[in-house]
Nanobody, 124 residues
Framework: QVQLLESGGGLVQAGGSLRLSCAAS????????MAWFRQTPGKEREFVAA????????YYADSVKGRFTISRDSGKSTVYLQMNSLRPEDTAVYYC?????????????????WGQGTQVTVSS
């Protein structure tokens, strides 16, 4: 089984930066697709970015393109989300997720392993 542990959240002013980390342990090769989602109270969980371990294929939500960068360090089994030019609307709990096979990379239902989440708060 695969376990995911997020870290790096916090409070930052608008325009600032944060880097989230997602450390994966266990049979990580069984989950070749890694992603970040975020959720605010009363709203559905929203896709942010995804990356594949082997080829490094990357996907972004339109709302974060040009501001966020997803990357992975296979040696450390860790996926990162570098978030720049943060906005108050980026405030959310950010979740790391893993999947064996995705048909729709933005669909939460395609991911079966989730971390506990890390809070990101952007003040105006």
């Amino acid at each position: 089984q695969v376990q995911l542990l997020e870290s790096g959240g916090g409070l930052v002013q608008a325009g600032g930066s944060l880097r989230l980390s997602c450390a994966a342990s266990g049979r990580t090769f069984s989950r070749p697709v890694m992603a970040w989602f975020r959720q605010t109270p009363g709203k559905e969980r929203e896709f942010v970015a995804a990356i594949t371990w082997r080829a490094g294929i990357i996907y972004y939500a339109d709302s974060v393109k040009g501001r966020f960068t997803i990357s992975r360090d296979s040696g450390k089994s860790t996926v990162y989300l570098q978030m720049n030019s943060l906005r108050p609307e980026d405030t959310a709990v950010y979740y790391c997720a893993a999947a064996t096979l995705v048909r729709v990379v933005t669909a939460t239902s395609d991911y079966d392993i989730w971390g506990q989440g890390t809070q990101v708060t952007v003040s105006s």
